[in-house]
């Protein structure tokens, strides 16, 4: 089976691109806010309304989602190295690519925003509307994984890694929304789900995708500790990179399509988003997946007094994917990124045919 990778990125020191974010970051929702709530207000219930008074929305733009490691090649290498099975990369973009890129490559398929996203919502600077469109990407295979820039390939693996017998591969696990970050938007996600599936019902149809010896005891028992309550409270996100099957994606929008335009008007993040963990949460709760363990992954947020141990973890090659977040408390980020890419040179030193 045909499997393809999909990665955003932008390039915050781009001047044409920052001239456009700064001129909508004035006002961060672009001057969408009243189709926006023109649009909710359609959608009726509890969502009707919902940005109204949106200016007291919070947004997020802040630098840290802008700046560059410069080590977006070390992405394309560990897929070349790590998993040279995969069928495209489709590389989304505003409309820059790295110089060093070879577009030419017949593996390669160079995406820009404008020709995946419908006119009227562009341009965009958050990646929820993207990720919420990734359905319309022309000749995306109908079993693709969705990385971030900031997840990166650290030792083989294979497709079955990814899907199996056809189905997307995932750990299923209830848990408690923990506070901060995008809180707000996955529990945007988590109540879309609630009205859409009963939890009781989807338990006892897929019991054993949920209690499974793939997974660790600790997790099945979090599980447990949330079966008494009759609604789904939140589910366990790993911000690995995450499998899908295009039909969920086409289905959601079929069927919530006037919800998802509302996050397709916000410019920049908005507490009143959905992204990406949606489509997640779908192919969960309707037993469109097969369950993995999550013991080859691990996360790590980057920092002055973390970046030995995330440099050991990765020239170790303990795990098969990493996950490096930024941090906004970062103060020699100049000296991170040296120490972090050179531990990336030292597992990956040779070009891959992605590179000119």
């Known amino acids: ?3 393809d990778f999909v990665i955003p990125w932008f390039d915050g020191r781009d001047p044409a691109w920052r001239r456009q974010m700064e001129s909508y970051r004035g006002n961060a929702h672009g001057g969408l806010a009243d189709n926006a709530s023109r649009t909710d207000r359609r959608c009726g219930g509890a969502e009707a309304g919902r940005v109204i008074g949106r200016e007291e929305g919070m947004t997020d733009a802040s630098e840290s989602r802008y700046r560059d490691w410069d080590n977006l090649r070390y992405w394309f290498r560990g897929v070349e190295r790590f998993a040279p099975w995969v069928n495209r990369v489709h590389f989304l973009t505003w409309g820059h690519v790295p110089e060093w890129l070879n577009v030419h490559n017949p593996w ?16 965009v600077f958050s990646s929820h509307p993207i990720e919420l469109s990734m359905h319309r990407i022309e000749g995306l295979a109908e079993r693709f994984v969705y990385f971030n ?15 199996r017998r056809g189905l997307p591969c995932d750990n299923a696990r209830l848990s408690i929304i923990p506070p901060g970050g995008i809180s707000h938007i996955v ?5 879309l789900i609630n009205r859409r599936h009963d939890k009781n019902s989807v338990m006892r149809r897929h019991v054993f995708k949920w209690f499974n010896r793939r997974y660790t005891l600790p ?4 599980t447990l500790t949330l079966m008494p309550w009759s609604t789904f409270a939140g589910f366990r996100d790993s911000h690995m990179p995450q499998p899908y099957l295009l039909r969920t994606l086409e289905q959601v929008w079929a069927e919530e399509g006037e919800r998802l335009s509302v996050t397709m008007r916000s410019r920049f993040r908005n507490v009143l988003d ?3 963990y949606l489509m997640r949460y779908e192919q969960l709760v309707t037993g469109r997946f097969a369950p993995v363990s999550m013991c080859d992954c691990r996360v790590e947020t980057l920092a002055e007094d973390s970046i030995g141990r995330v440099c050991e973890v990765i020239r170790s090659q303990r795990q098969a994917m990493i996950c490096l977040h930024d941090n906004d408390d970062i103060r020699d980020f100049e000296g991170v990124r040296g120490l972090l890419n050179a531990s990336l040179e030292q597992i990956l030193p040779e070009k891959s045919k992605y590179e000119l």
């Open 187 to 191: 529990l945007n996600d988590v109540e």
């Open 108 to 123: 390669l398929n160079i995406v820009r925003h404008k020709d995946f996203i419908p006119a009227e919502y562009l341009p």
């Open 274 to 276: 959905y992204n990406q």
């Open 1 to 3: 089976m045909n499997i």
């Open 149 to 163: 820039d900031d997840t990166f390939l650290t030792r083989p693996v294979g497709p079955e890694r990814f899907f």
């Open 219 to 222: 997790d099945m028992l979090k």
